[in-house]
């Protein structure tokens, strides 16, 4: 008994020692190594449609409770604070600024269906007749494969809209994203190949003929006598089914940090939040094996991370009223809310009771009521819930460079018309808003950080964004030096415009001959902007007048307290 | 034993997807990378401490992750696979548009036996309009039920219904006449009912309707010895406990017709706002023992509800008065008289509990929505049964009763209920709580 208590100890004293408060001096890590080609490509990973769902809403919830493991600080983080480019992310909006041509590509190449071919030219080799929305593949040689699929009857154009504009807007921010763009099309382009069958979620097997053809197209919302569907780039590389949003693949070596624990995974719920995409599940994921050589499909090659199937955004409706109003704010069935409510006697008037139909095509979709820590999917998604305050934050201070033009122009590839067009923009806008008003105001907005001979400067997005007061006032500094970090002279502000934010730290008189490393160099200023409760604390390495500060890392405590 | 056989099934369930899926060896991962420089962020004193909850709750994590999710992930997963889902859904869904299909209910009313069963549906059968609802439950060779329902819908206005139930169960319960029994005169009967009639209802002006049925209705009463503890009602009456209750020797056959009119002004809106009357009215003729008896029911409920806030959150209080008379000169049988409890008004009490020639109830109610199915509900209700014309009635011999639960709405077919509800004494035999009602589980409602 007593040497399991020791064995205990030892595991509690060593956990507590297994990393230290200091950042060493190097640069921080800007790419994971995590596209390193391997021998073989990973098996095809099957999605349980109906497992997915009873799991995340009931017993995953369980287990997870009696494993008492709250989210701790993402595991991918690096010492800027931020996620290093990988094949799960790849920075863009947040390290660059874009432009709206950019933006508006997308993921896409200079390939694009050519709705002015001549007839036959679209030949449709595979049907589609699972998910709410059906259609085919149509395969052009020279071109690639496109999977075309219709928007719901009773949503016409909305689907297919939101699909490209929902993929532009993944991509911007740095996830990666299929090439989906809205095509009006004659119907006479398409060809179709004779024998093709195709089978739905039942598993019913059926004949994809010239009938089941005229009825998607019947479907199909259409404008001035053309048929309008959304055409999805097939994705490169060999299809290796979804990802999982826990735990990490045994079959892929690269693999190795568990998805719950990445923060762009967690933090993409912000994203998800923003578009309503509620259907942000693990089916609607996918990873592709991308080989070195195209010749040889099972490798060597690694594999890339892709969120696809966004026609759930901006509104989509289930059948039951119930269900629409709730999407977003509830999960279908969330028993969290429902327990509280019967506790309550129905006390607290919830936000799908107010909801209200746009008028539009956007259902319930609007920025009343919007509140993005409250924000739920369809059911729960177990990296989305591991998201902490850093990693929303993480994401906020990237939708930040997502400014109104930009949005403008992502919107536009939905097609839609001026008066959706705008409702849309306008919602996304107010949305983002809310975003930045939540994630911007709780912990350091101060982002872009450099260090100079003199100190450091940076830039506060809350006040960049108009989401705080834009005036200088309020900023606090605070200093610490050592190896055991005494408090430091208290370092001064230098007069540049808001929101910009430059401090000046008087160097300490070391010996010439102490190595740059030495721990005596080791410096770490608070800033604090007067409205965020933690301060962005950095950690610098001071290497005297002539060799200036050297910015080794980045951290936002959500509380101001002296660092260890 | 036990333990080793659980150990063993988790072990299995745990290894068995890896070990399936680990026959190929898999390549081997690369260094977790040091994102930060520092091997991550150091761990806080909370973080720490986490390990002494964890540590405690680890039994009840094994079981639940290893033991349950696991397994059944595995097993579900694999189902899928095989396209069991699909198969099951066309088993227990089919026909065109999967309109007709079976579904297993279990109902469980604390004090009475549970029952299980299969009610089955099929929508536009045969034609656009007609609807069939099949309803056994059992709990054995002694416990067997079964409803048989068709309904013709010509409009939305108009409906016909034709129900056939016949129900044998050695469980009921029955406590005597009168507004002053006991809980622990509970004694138990074996009870045969078969109940056969058409109805139609006519709708009008919102959600006013009119019901008139005709139809057959029979009843025989006997011994059961379902219970060692709680004594059956014709041994009762044998040893002279007990005079015999109306009925319960000879049963009963009985042709009858019955009418209900309910004025509602809520109408069909957002809002649940209104007012609401119920008149009914039965008569009976009890044909096996003699033509010229038989009973005539009669009643009526006025209501208020008030929708705070036009929110579902609905307030309603009513009262309703309910009789019951003999028509020629045999007595009303006992399952004919007025009766408070169980599904009807008054569900702190079980059913059966108070029978007599009328009542007097009033309720306030509570209603609110809990999920997009489901309605909570919070009931108060006082009242008692009393003799005919409401001989002996005094608010004193008044009865509490109060109901919690969760209901299923939206369904007129089958009604899903959660319940705990408690029934007191007389208020003059110091209304003491003395009888707690429990339920779980789907009840027709069709």
Known sequence: MASKRAALLGLLVLAGCASSSHFPLRPPLQRDDDDKPFAKAPKEYYSPFAWDGANYMVFHPVARFFAVDPAGAAANVNAFDEVPSSSWFEHRLGTRSMTAAEVTRGPCSEKVLDPNGPDGSWPIDKGKDNGANPGFRVNIEGLGKFMLKTDPETEPERATGATAIAARIYHAVGY????????????????????????????????????RLDEILKQASHRDGLVRMVASEWLPGKPIGPYRYEGTRDDDPNDVIPHEDRREVRAARLVAAWLNHFDSREQNTMDVFLPLDKAQKDGPGFVRHYIIDMGDCFGSQWTVDGISRRLGNSYIFDGGHVAEDFITLGAKQRPWERAQLTGGIFGYFSARDFDPSAWRGEYPNPAFMRMTEQDGAWMARILANFDDQLIAAAVKVGKYNTVSERYLTETLQARRRAILRRYLNRVSPITRVSANTDGVCGVDLARATGIVPNEEMSLRAYSWRGAKLQPAPKPKFRRVPAPQVCVDIPHAELPVALPPSAPERYTVLDITNGYAPGPLRLHLYDLGPAGGYRLVGIERPEALTPPD | ?????????????????????????????RPVPNYDGRGGPPQTPGQKALWVPRILLSPLYFVSEFVVRRPLGFAITAAEKAELPSVLYDFFAFGPDHKAGIVPIAFVDFGFLPSVGLYGFWDDAGFKGHALRLRGSTWGPKWLSGTATERFTFSDRFDLTLTSTATRRPDYAFYGIGSDTRESDLMRYTGKLVDAHVESRASFAGSSWLETAVGYRGASFGHTDFYDDQPSVDDQIATGELAAPPGFVDGYRAPFARARLVLDSRGKSHSSTGARIELSGEEGVDLKNSPTSGWLRYGGTVGGFVDLADSGRVISLSVSALLADPLGDRPVPFTELVTLGGPALMPGFRAGRLYDRSAVVATLRYAWPIWIWLNGSLQVATGNVFGERFDGFRVERGRLSTALGIESSGSRDSVFQALIGFGSETFESGGKIDSLRVVVGARSGF
């Open chain 2, 1 to 29: 034993m036990n333990r080793a056989w659980i150990f063993g099934l988790a072990l299995a369930a745990t290894t068995l997807p890896t070990s399936l899926a680990g026959a190929e060896e898999q390549p081997e991962k």
């Open chain 1, 176 to 211: 990666y994203s299929a090439c989906d763009s809205v095509v009006y099309f004659r119907p006479s382009l398409l060809k179709l190949k004779p024998g093709l069958t195709v089978t739905n979620n039942q598993g019913v097997t059926s004949r994809f003929d010239r009938a």
